[in-house]
């Protein structure tokens, strides 16, 4: 298994970002309720500047080529889950599969609860930078975000959404729900961005 658990060194920070404390629980954080999702209609639309926008089911997104990683897990109210293991998409196969156009600087992530959140494209563009489906070798539970959540370990939690059906990559930043509400656009764990 990949083990990214080593990444905060590309930050010169600790494994244990400053002001987090480390909880083996993992708790819920979600703005409104879980929606229900059906895998039968289940969609995911990836658009904007790309050589050839689509929609993948349920069936062709676990098509795609997957892996299972080690990873660490900051939320920004103060707590990290280390060591949780994340099998899915890394984001990059994702951009090879639809073709990114050279005018594409930013990525807005939208989710079935009418979530949204924002990251440059660089920040998108990494391996570890997950579309995961399992946790810990089960299905991604319900309320941590499943079928399909997006995980960004170099990120505060909130930069990953959960129950996520449409990737579109901009020309131009455009916010995300937290980031309209004061949060960090950066969100860098290792620098406490917590908020804007
Ligand atoms: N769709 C969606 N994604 C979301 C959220 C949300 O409310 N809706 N909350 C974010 C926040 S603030 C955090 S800390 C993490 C929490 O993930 P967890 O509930 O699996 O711990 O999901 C993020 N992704
Ligand atoms: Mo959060």
Redesign the pocket.
């Known amino acids: 298994m990949k083990d990214v658990t080593g990444l905060h060194r590309e930050f010169d920070g600790e494994r244990l970002p400053p002001g987090q404390r480390e909880t083996t629980a ?7 309720e879980t929606p229900e999702i059906d895998l039968e209609t289940w969609e995911c639309s990836v658009s904007g500047a790309v050589e050839s926008p689509r929609t993948f089911s349920w069936g062709e997104f676990r098509e795609l080529p997957h892996e299972t990683q080690r990873q660490d ?1 900051h ?3 103060g707590w990290s889950r280390f060591d949780c293991e994340f099998t899915g998409v890394p984001f990059p196969v994702l951009a090879d599969a639809v073709g990114v156009r050279e005018e594409a600087v930013h990525v807005l992530f939208s ?3 009418g ?1 949204t ?1 924002d990251l440059p494209l660089a920040d998108c563009m990494r391996e570890d930078v997950l579309f995961a489906w399992e946790l810990d070798g089960e299905p991604l539970p319900d ?3 499943g079928p399909l ?1 997006v995980v960004t370990p170099h990120k ?3 930069k ?5 059906d449409g990737v579109e990559f901009l020309t131009e930043p455009e916010l995300g ?2 980031e309209r509400r004061g949060y960090s656009e950066t969100a860098n764990p290792w620098r406490e961005e917590r908020y804007s």
Do not use: N
């Open positions: 993992f708790p819920v954080l979600s703005k409104g897990f939320c920004v109210t989710a079935a609860d979530y959140t309320d941590h975000g959540r505060y939690a909130y990953g959404a959960k129950w996520v729900f937290w």
